[in-house]
């Protein structure tokens, strides 16, 4: 079993910054991959971003590259996404989950979400 809880989201004007953290407990944190995914209202949850469980290997959605770095630090067991010239399109729920891939089926276990809101 892994726990994850999010946090960092907040109300940020557009081409603002924000720092989201992910902290896990449960399983030995450096034997697993994680991402993070995000929900806007009335939309599907999609894919924002993966890290294999050595920080060595990362993904983006073809949307936030450039602008979002997923990292991690396995002796804090805690993952994080930098996001940087936020768009009001960026404004959704963000989830951090225990997987890896672009693919939400993939992965086994989630937060409970944090919310960011990007205001134009």
């Known amino acids: 079993q892994v726990h994850l809880v999010e946090s960092g989201g907040g109300l940020v004007q557009a081409g603002g910054s924000l720092r989201l953290s992910c902290a896990a407990s449960g399983r030995t944190f450096t034997t697993y991959a994680m991402g993070w995914f995000r929900q806007a209202p009335g939309k599907e949850r999609e894919f924002v971003a993966t890290?294999?469980?050595?920080?060595?290997?990362?993904a983006y959605a073809d949307s936030v590259k450039g602008r979002f770095t997923i990292s991690r630090e396995n002796g804090k067991n805690t993952i994080y996404l930098e996001m940087n010239k936020l768009k009001p399109e960026d404004t959704a729920v963000y989830y951090c989950?225990?997987?890896?891939?672009?693919?939400?089926?993939?992965?086994?276990?989630w937060g409970q979400g944090t919310q960011v809101t990007v205001s134009s």
């Open positions: 989950g225990q997987g890896y891939g672009d693919r939400a089926t993939e992965y086994a276990y």
């Open positions: 890290i294999n469980w050595s920080g060595v290997n990362t």
